[in-house]
């Protein structure tokens, strides 16, 4: 047998593999960090980070004191004819502030951060293929990118989003009883670049159907304003609606001074597909990891994606550096696929809660109902914000004990 080229091959450089990996080398192992695409470069995003998202960063030790970072107190709510603000919450295990930043320059920011504090081995322009398996084993051994070279490791980490070709290739589907949103986004050049709040629409009106999903926009910092909208494949609208053109039409209702025109666009409308609740499973296979989007560890309740792939990097990392430790293989395998559960222990309960919640916003009236009714209670925002949020401590308030306590009983996605 060749000697393998790292002892781990992580696949894809956006928030899953660079956290990956910083983890995996702060545990003393050699990583190679394959990206397809060469920084600075687009990824499709809101760019909005929540509490959730900052604690990953701050974990990982990036400085977000530089410039370039805008914070925010907190989200914007935007439906039922009213507009309030609601803060982030003041929790033991999350700082009381998000962040936003494009993904041109986050993902090289925490890349590079991966490299510089962690040692990590990134190459970029790297497109890699297919898996290599072991003939005897049939177990991921390495991978093969598109001109040809092989990387061979002792474990695979597929973080390639999305379009995870890995995970395909290990013949890892889609699981249709899972939700999938889309969404699309672009820049305006506009006042509204500078905001305390992260801004949401809670109306996204087709004709006379309110659909299930929202709007956003998100002040960029830097003259420009990220706007967009998500839906959930939940409704039965779903597959027949031009997002681009919803897109257009809302942003047409907006207010005029806040100048979303085609002349102020910075960019063209881009979309992409939100996996949600661990749309592909198991998490771990044959030699083969899953963290990310790869894996659909997006929050079904308001898809945010970012602070799951960092976290999910930060359990998958924990695990592989305890397997690689163990004497044997049978060791390391015993201990590589208890993966998929401690994932489940963490996120099941909350995810199914989240499928429940975008089952029921799917049927029609629901939402409306909800806008209606629930929209101008204070104290049930705040509940909302942190289910939605994902957002508690621990031995927190009675409604951080009622969400915590519904996780727990709700069987894990
Ligand atoms: C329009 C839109 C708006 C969103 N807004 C938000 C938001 O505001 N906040 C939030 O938290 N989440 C948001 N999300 C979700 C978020 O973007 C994702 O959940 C997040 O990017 C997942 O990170 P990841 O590292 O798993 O995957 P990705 O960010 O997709 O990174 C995958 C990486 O792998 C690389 N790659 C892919 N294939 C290969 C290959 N074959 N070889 C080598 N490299 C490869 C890619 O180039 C990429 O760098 C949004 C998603 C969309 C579509």
């Not at 550096?321 to 044997?328: E, I, P, V």
């Amino acid at each position: 047998m060749s000697t393998p080229d790292a002892d781990v091959i992580v696949v894809g450089a956006g928030p899953a593999g660079s956290a990956t990996a910083f983890y995996l080398a702060r545990a003393g192992l050699d990583v190679l960090l394959l990206e397809k695409t060469r920084f600075p470069r687009e990824k499709v995003c809101g760019d909005g980070l929540t509490p959730r998202a900052v604690k990953q960063l701050m974990n990982m030790g990036v400085d977000i004191d530089a410039p370039g970072w805008i914070r925010n107190k907190g989200l914007r709510v935007v439906g039922g004819g009213l507009r309030f603000e609601l803060d982030w919450p003041r929790l033991d295990r999350f700082p009381d502030f998000g962040l936003v930043r494009t993904r041109k320059d986050f993902d090289e920011i925490v890349a590079v951060n991966a490299v510089k504090k962690g040692g990590v081995r990134l190459m970029e322009g790297v497109n890699v293929t297919a898996p290599v398996l072991d003939d005897r084993s049939g177990h991921v051994v390495g991978v093969t990118t598109k001109d040809g070279t092989t990387y061979r490791g002792r474990l695979v980490v597929a973080a390639d989003g999305n379009s995870t070709r890995l995970a395909l290739g290990m013949g890892l589907h889609k699981r249709a009883d899972r939700p999938m949103g889309v969404a699309v986004r672009t820049y305006f050049e506009s006042p509204r670049h500078d905001d305390d709040y992260l801004e949401t629409w809670l109306e996204l009106w087709d004709d006379d159907t309110l659909l299930p999903g929202y709007g956003w926009v998100f002040g960029v910092g830097d003259g420009t304003a990220n706007v967009g909208l998500g839906l959930l494949n939940t409704s039965a609208h779903f597959g027949n609606i031009d997002y681009r053109d919803l897109l257009k039409r809302w942003c047409k209702a907006m207010p005029a001074e806040w100048g979303f025109t085609e002349e102020n666009m910075r960019g063209p409308i881009r979309g992409a597909a939100l996996p949600m609740a661990f749309n592909r499973q198991p998490h771990y296979t044959r030699g083969l990891v899953l963290v990310g989007d790869s894996g659909g560890a997006i929050n079904p309740f308001n898809g945010e994606g970012i602070a799951y792939a960092m976290e999910t990097g930060e359990i998958a990392a924990e695990v592989i550096a305890k397997a690689l430790r163990a004497g044997t293989p049978a060791a390391q395998e015993r201990i590589l696929r208890t993966y998929p559960q401690v994932l489940k222990d963490v996120y099941g309960g909350y995810f199914t809660l989240g499928r429940w919640f975008v089952e029921a916003i799917g049927k029609p009236g629901v939402m409306s109902f909800g806008t209606r009714h629930g929209l101008p209670h204070p104290r049930l925002m705040r509940f909302a914000l942190k289910l939605l949020g994902n957002l508690t401590d621990r031995r927190g308030d009675a409604s951080d004990r009622i969400i915590n306590a519904l996780s727990k009983v709700a069987p894990p996605a």
